[in-house]
């Protein structure tokens, strides 16, 4: 059983460019997580899915990002017009329900240049 | 303040010793607790949950506070595989999972 897929997982993008992460959760998982980690700080929740919906986006910067989750395919999280503050490790999880236990990708590691 | 605080180290503990990190939260009303272990440029793994009666695993011992609201976790014999850092996760009940900044170990020969 595959565990939770990331891809790229190095992407290096020009000031200006977007940035597309996709995120494909264990078999069976309907959740999914996306976090930020920016270089030596924490790891800071953005976005919560189940598919087709956005249930808590709190996290989400409030320009230039955007999450889906659709009935087919991977979790995607998108970044406009990235700027060097976009520069981070993103991280994507999933769980069969709304549960405390979440299992994570190995992350995606975007650098802007 | 920050929901949840941990003292970011490093600690720098020789092979054998034992270590303790304390972690602090904010919200009294807390659900549930955890640690979580990253390796460097690694995602993060679930090292343990945290229970009220306190619960060990191994080498591994974690204790929860509610009325002082800190978890800690304690590890002896310690291990050169144990260096990483530690991460303070607490489920405030909004359906994510806030983590802490992490401790960082060092486990020298």
């Known amino acids: 059983n595959a565990g939770v897929m990331q891809n790229p997982r190095h992407l290096v993008r020009r000031r200006g460019q977007e940035a597309r992460l996709r995120c494909s959760p264990m078999k069976g998982h309907s959740h999914v997580y996306w976090y930020r980690q920016l270089p030596e700080e924490g790891l800071k929740f953005m976005v919560y899915?189940?598919?087709?919906?956005?249930?808590?986006e709190s996290g989400m910067p409030k320009e230039r990002f955007s999450a889906e989750f659709p009935k087919e395919g991977p979790s995607i999280l998108r970044i406009q017009q990235v700027v060097r503050g976009d520069s981070a490790a993103y991280f994507c999880a999933s769980s069969p329900i709304q549960t405390d236990t979440i299992y994570f990708g190995e992350g995606s590691w975007l650098t802007v240049v | 303040r920050k929901e949840v605080e941990q003292d970011p180290g490093p600690f720098n503990v020789p092979e054998g010793a034992t270590v303790a990190f304390n972690c602090t939260y904010s919200n009294s009303a807390s659900q549930s607790f955890f640690w979580y272990r990253q390796d460097c440029r690694k995602e993060p793994k679930l090292l343990m949950s945290?229970?009220?009666s306190g619960n060990e695993d191994g080498r591994f011992t974690a204790q929860l506070n509610r009325a002082s609201q800190y978890i800690s976790l304690l590890i002896r014999d310690s291990k050169l595989s144990d260096s990483a850092t530690y991460l303070c996760v607490v489920n405030f009940g909004n359906e994510k999972l806030t983590f802490g900044t992490g401790t960082r170990l060092t486990i020298i020969p």
């Open positions: 899915l189940q598919k087709e919906n956005i249930i808590d």
């Open positions: 945290v229970y009220s």
